[in-house]
């Protein structure tokens, strides 16, 4: 996959070389391209901004500026700085990485997305909080794409001619991180690239990690423990030292079931439950 981040801050995209990401880099999983919007900009004060039509607070990012930008990127026309990874990470594996584990590439994407792969347009994200809210199951998708594009917006945003006409060389998404107003996309760009980049097949050592997750399968997940068993007078609970996989799943999933149940309850409306799952939690309403 290969990302490029045009932005007025490209210092901010730095954490994209550590960890996990700086990994993939160095495995040859991932480029990075950062790019500062203000080599498009042509006046001498390298301005980006003006001020709104029809009045109001706030400057809105210049369209003359934007335009040139997203037309360079998506055609690989851009002097670009590669982001290299901060750390050698390759002779490190991590405790839990499997040995010899084979990358699987997902089940085939639904229809829709085989076609807009196949129309081979980069993906331009564009962070708003005006955008629809961006979930794993995009990150999900957004892992199978050769080229992503973040557009990332300062002040009151950019120009929406901008993304109208972006329309015609990329596929473009608006989405939004979360019901808050962030300064500028760019904490956007770094969180939707780390949950794309970890679903990379081979990225994380452990493929089971990503399908335990938080949403993988509607739910939350429940709590996680390890040494030593007793910690300032708490206890782990029992079930996870009773070497009894069957138990511990069971465990694990009822706990799954009652934090989404008590935290996130709109989420049990769609996901998948079975008849036991419903017994179990009418059970603990009942309870309760
Ligand atoms: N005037 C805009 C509005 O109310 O919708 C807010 C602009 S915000 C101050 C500046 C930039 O931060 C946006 O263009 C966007 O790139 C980013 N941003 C802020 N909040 C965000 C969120 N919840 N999700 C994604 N991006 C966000």
């Not at 490190?92 to 089940?107: F, S, T």
Request: glycine share 10%; hydrophobic share 35%.
């Amino acid at each position: 996959m290969r990302i490029d981040v045009v932005t007025i801050f490209p210092e901010y995209l730095d954490p994209l070389r550590h960890a996990l990401l700086g990994k993939a880099i160095e495995q040859g999983k991932l480029q990075v391209g950062v790019h500062d919007l203000r080599q498009w900009a042509n006046d001498g004060h390298k301005s980006v901004d003006d001020s709104p039509y029809g009045g109001g607070p706030g400057m809105v990012m210049k369209p003359e500026v934007w335009g040139p930008a997203l037309d360079d990127v998506a055609a690989g026309r851009t002097a670009t700085r590669e982001l290299d990874s901060s750390l050698p990470h390759l002779n490190r594996p991590r405790h839990d990485e499997v040995e010899g584990i084979v990358a699987q590439p997902y089940g085939a994407p639904a229809q829709g997305v085989a076609q807009e792969l196949e129309e081979n347009l980069p993906l331009l994200i564009v962070p708003t909080p005006a955008g629809t809210p961006f979930t794993q199951a995009d990150a999900r998708a957004w892992s199978r794409e050769e080229h992503v594009v973040f557009a990332c917006g300062r002040y009151e945003g950019i120009d929406q001619r901008v993304i109208e006409d972006a329309a015609q060389r990329y596929r473009v998404r608006e989405v939004s991180i979360g019901d808050y107003v962030l300064i500028g996309g760019e904490v956007a760009a770094l969180v939707i690239s780390e949950a794309i980049v970890r679903l990379i097949p081979g990225v994380l050592g452990n493929q089971r990690s990503h399908e335990e997750d938080s949403f993988s399968d509607g739910l939350l997940e429940g709590p996680s423990y390890t040494k030593p068993r007793e910690w300032r007078g708490l206890s782990v609970p029992e079930v996870l030292t009773s070497g009894d996989h069957g138990r511990v799943d069971r465990w694990r999933h009822e706990q799954s079931l009652l934090r989404t149940a008590q935290r996130r309850p709109e989420l049990l409306e769609s996901a998948e439950l079975s008849r036991s799952d419903r017994e179990f939690l009418e059970k603990e309403r009942g309870g309760a």
